[in-house]
């Protein structure tokens, strides 16, 4: 395994107010009884604002998918592959971006994604981040212009999200050996590809083992495969996370880039070695990934 560069140290999250980037979260400090009246008060009004743009926000990106959804379907048909391609992933992060604004605005989530911002020019390249929660795909992508995924099948039928990844040319997970050949073309004609070295989202911090397939891609288009690990300061929307349940606000996200790394030797090996990497990048101390409860 062969290092061909290294990004530049994080910069913490902003305002925060906690090491790394992450939120904390205060404890009760046994304040007198005369006090609790008002504090009572105004934390059931919070709550009550908390869930309603809580809810408010899935209900937006409900929306703004469809929107997309239904007009993709038709470009689709009606324009030449790579256009519509092209054209299908740009959507997508224009799309997602106002949504991530959004939690950002009413204080659901803090994001420091600016050092993903290095990757809008990339070409031929495995992005391959840790998956610690639902929203990781959605905060990448929502920086990236041009970047193909690997979804699911329950994504690539959903009539909210299935006509938008299939203008952008997204590959599903189905495939078999076919979704690796198809993969391995795309990254080889210059678009890069977003895959999730784990497969699905992270059990056991600070990540799950890795799968073979993103090597395999790598290798069979000769491209190399850039790190990143994202970090956060809850188990929000992780593997055991329901979507409906609401976590303690805000919830702070952070990406930062590690090395690139050229495929060499033999696969397997190189997985591990690779594995290993994350394991001692996402088990600093002041990096702590999020992963179910």
Sequence with gaps: MSDSSASPPPQDAQGSGAPGGMAQVSRGSGAAP?????????????????????????????VI??????PALVLRLLLPHRLGARLGQWAIMTGFRPFVAYLEAVGIVRCDLAALDVLREAR??????????????????????????????????????????RLGGYLRNDAGLQL?????????EGVPLLI???????????????????????????????TVFIECS????????????KPVFPVVFRARLGRRFELSGEVRSFVAELEAYYRHELGKPEAPACAGP
């Design 34 to 62: 005369a006090a609790l009246g008002p504090r009572r008060g105004g934390s059931w009004l919070r709550s009550a604002y908390e869930y309603a743009v809580y809810y408010g926000g899935w209900l937006l990106f409900g």
């Design 65 to 70: 998918s469809l929107l997309w959804s239904l």
């Design 124 to 165: 031929s390249l495995v992005i391959a981040p840790n998956h610690p929660s639902l929203l990781d795909a959605v905060l990448v992508i929502s920086r990236l212009p041009r970047v193909v995924c690997i979804v699911k099948a329950p994504i690539w039928d959903n009539p909210f999200l299935g006509g938008g990844a």
């Design 180 to 188: 690796t050949r198809r993969a391995a073309h795309a990254v080889a």
């Design 196 to 226: 999730f070295p784990e497969g699905t989202r992270t059990r056991a911090a600070p990540v799950d083992p890795f799968k073979g397939g993103f090597a395999l891609i790598a290798s069979r288009a000769r491209a190399p495969i850039q």
């Design 234 to 245: 809850s188990p929000f929307l992780g593997k055991d996370w329901p979507w409906y349940r």
